[in-house]
Structure formats: C-alpha cells, structure tokens
C-alpha cells in the first residue's frame, strides 16, 4: 500500500496554480476592442475600460495576481494587438514572492504588436521574500516592423529579465532596460 507525503517539503514541491492570461485586442474605427479577454486564478483581469483622457479609444485593463506566488505556481500571459490597436495593461498591486524551501516559481509574458499598434504595460515591483526562487521573463515579443509600433514597460525590469524586442521604439519611464 503506497501513502501520500504530506510533509512541508512536499506541499512546496507539488504543482499548485498554473494561471493563464489572454488577452487579443483588435482596432474598430477609432477604438481598440477585446476580441479574447480571459484570465485564470491566480491571474484576474478587470472588463475593458476606455478612461485615457489623451487615448479615448485605447482600451484599459487592471490585471491582478491573487494570493501571492509559491513554489510550483506557474502564470502564462499572452497579449497580442492587431495592427493600429492600443491599450494599457496596469497591474493592480506589488507581486509577492514566497520562500520556496523546494522547487521554483515562474512567469512567462508573450506579446505580439501588428503593425502601428501601442501597448503600454505598467507593472508594479515583485517583493522577493528570503529563499524565493522566480523566473519572470519575456518569452516572446513579436513586434512587425512598422512606423508607430510600440512597446511600452513603466517601471523598472526584474533582475535577469530576458527581452527580445526588435523593430520598435521602446521607452521605459522608470528604471533600466
């Protein structure tokens, strides 16, 4: 008869969320609609919103991550734009990052931009707690060359964050790229 590890240890080293984001955003006239808009626990994404005084037909989102990040979680973001779309994704809170006395944690973000399309994506810090092991990094950013393309981050990269950004204009506002 074989019996379940229930220790500490193997709690930390188990799979435990695996949250996925998609987000695809196409342009209608003037505006930038949602085509896709899904989240999963532990990620949670706000309705669309049009609230930029400057941008009236740039669609907004708030993307939270609940709970903090254990060992086994994984979180997968894909956010593409059709060619002229433009959008804002605000991350709602500071990410926490737990000590992990087994296994690793990680976050992949995918983004691809059509030709003229913007997106701004203002995240907030990752407070690492002792002994956390995290990867966040950009897996993918597709960008087709066009004048007007954009790719804009604010706020300062993660340690060891791998970009792979070509053919575009990219500023951040706060920290290093």
Do not use: K
Request: charged residues 20%; hydrophobic residues 45%.
């Amino acid at each position: 008869m074989q019996t379940a590890d229930h220790t500490p240890e193997a709690a930390s080293a188990a799979p435990r969320q695996a949250g996925r984001l998609e987000l695809e955003l196409w342009r209608d006239g003037a505006t930038t609609r949602p085509r896709l808009a899904f989240a999963s626990p532990p990620l949670q994404l706000s309705r669309v919103r049009y609230d930029a005084p400057e941008a009236p037909g740039a669609a907004s989102f708030t993307l939270l991550h609940l709970g903090g990040v254990l060992a086994g979680d994984r979180a997968e973001m894909r956010v593409s734009l059709g060619a002229g779309a433009r959008a804002r994704v605000h991350m709602a809170a500071a990410t926490q990052v737990y000590r992990m006395p087994s296994g690793d944690a990680a976050h992949a973000l995918a983004l691809t931009l059509g030709a003229g399309a913007q997106l701004e994506w203002l995240a907030q810090p990752l407070i690492l707690f002792g002994g956390a092991r995290f990867a966040q990094r950009t897996t993918t950013a597709t960008l087709r060359p066009a004048r007007g393309s954009r790719f804009r981050r604010v706020g300062a990269w993660p340690a060891g964050a791998r970009r792979v950004l070509r053919g575009c204009a990219l500023r951040v506002a706060a920290g290093g790229v």
